[in-house]
């Protein structure tokens, strides 16, 4: 159970064994125990699974069938409970959900059990499946058991087995003489379908080891798991093979029930979910133990479960998605729309006197850059990747880049006219803007090369998510060059804003973009603050820099264009009046 965890430091036994050896193993639960990203970390040395001991001597005494469901299962228990004189003493099911590892796999094989068809994957813990699961594991703790008995050891099943004093017990096959009981696989919802949680010994072999070693470790790990030596153990009782093929050796059938064996439908423990399988495997046991004696509910606790190794993301077309991120999303789309009018209002001929301050491309450039930051918003809807940590920093950075830089242009080439400077900026406005875009270019190169990471955010009792993470110190570099060069230019535009404050031609212009600036820095201090808080709500992760965000755009849109409309809306209105 722990391949995942140490699979990077054995060698691949698949690149060391012979084709013809592992062949034995490439059918059965050797591939799904042993097998980690297609690489054969271990083999299989012995095999265990759990089984369904049933009391024929109490079943023929009430002329009842072994049963076939956990329902049938259900049933004759509540009916032998209540017609057996000596039921008090009988144990009518153990259940097996002590405090230890157990639970996990107890857990596991029950909504195992649980899948619509024989061949269907292991449901998802929010699944239907799984809930109702849990529902008849709690029906079947209350009529048949109660907290103490599913709460055993296994030395109290043991007992029960030699002194016959069970009906239904779950335990590890042995195929034990002289008890009164037939051994069966694990019942399930429907007949047929069952789950049983497997154990053994796997055995790996260290990659850092000499060469030599390897070689010698690689010859004995081959005899252990040769069919001549599987075969004489198990002949002797020693253990059970993983060796599938052994079970129509028809030596082996006589000591062993084969057509038990192949019947089994197992199921391995979630390892493969989470490289820290302990931890997993606590918090697992925890909420499965207050579902059955603390009174949680099966969908509470499934859901806890589910959110133990998920890592969480917003989306539109999730049920699950808070109100607030769809209703964020309502908003930015509906941002994008109105700029997109804006374009198309800037080019009628009569509302032009109103832009005068900067030509329709410079406005239309300033439009496109309020787009990107909104565009920001959507990388936090859906799974996070790397290349939407990269998009996030494109954006903003050519974002900024298309809003300052008109303003900067046009407050540089009034300041040379109002001191008389010869202007040479004036008429090289492309290259200008160019220049800078060229910047940002250049810084974003080495960025899309840079090796992001995905942070994975695990919160106790909450949910999971990921965030994007760059510890490099070329990336940082990078960064910290592209936000100096913005600082400079936000500088730059406070220095030209308060020289040129009193103009009266553009007096209006200059309290607009003074006033749009100013939010500006708040917006974008807070912004980098809440992209480095490491939040232990996902929630608050997607909230923040989306409303920030959307903050940005609209308070930009209102102060720069909006005033225009206004001016626009309120003249036309007047010559309306004056008309009539």
Known sequence: MY???YAPYFIDLGDWLPAEHMSHFSSGIATQSCKYKDKWVGLPITYEFNVLYC?????????????????ELLEIGKYIRDNDENSNELLLYNGFFPYSEAIVYSTQEFIYSFRNEK???????TSREAENALNKL?????????DEIFMAIEIETFIRLFTGKGLFLKYWYYPINNIPYKIIPLVGNKEGISGSAIGGTNVGINKYIAENQKKLAVDALKYMTSVETQKKLMLN????????????????????????IKSIQPIIRPSNLTNNYDEYSMKFSELIQNFLYKNKTATETLIAIDDIVRFHSFSIINSSTPKIGILIFIISVTTLIIILLTIVLIFIKKYRYHFRFLSIDFWIIILIGLIFHTSIIFTYYGNLSIFKCKLKFILLSLGFSLIFIPFLYKLIVIFQKKFNY???????KYLFFLGFILFDIIMIIPIIRVPYK????????????LSCID?????????FFSYTEKVLIVLAIIFFLFVEWNILEIVIDIRLITSAVSVDIILYILYFIVQTTNFKNHFAYFLFPSIILIIFTLSNFFIIFGVKFFRIFTNSKINYIRRI
């Open 237 to 260: 009782g020693i253990l059970k093979s993983a060796i599938i093929s052994l079970y129509d050796d028809p030596e082996v059938c006589q000591i062993i029930d084969c057509e038990l």
């Open 422 to 428: 010869k202007s040479r900026i004036k008429n090289h």
């Open 138 to 146: 709690m029906e079947i703790k209350e009529e048949l058991a109660s």
């Open 119 to 125: 061949n269907f994957p292991y449901p998802e813990y």
């Open 454 to 465: 995905m942070k994975e955010n695990i919160i106790h009792d909450g949910k999971n998510y």
């Open 471 to 479: 510890r490099s110190v070329f990336g940082i570099t990078i960064k």
């Open 3 to 5: 391949s995942p965890r």
């Open 55 to 71: 009391n024929t001597n109490l079943l023929k005494k009430h002329n009842k069938k072994i049963p076939k469901t956990w329902n």
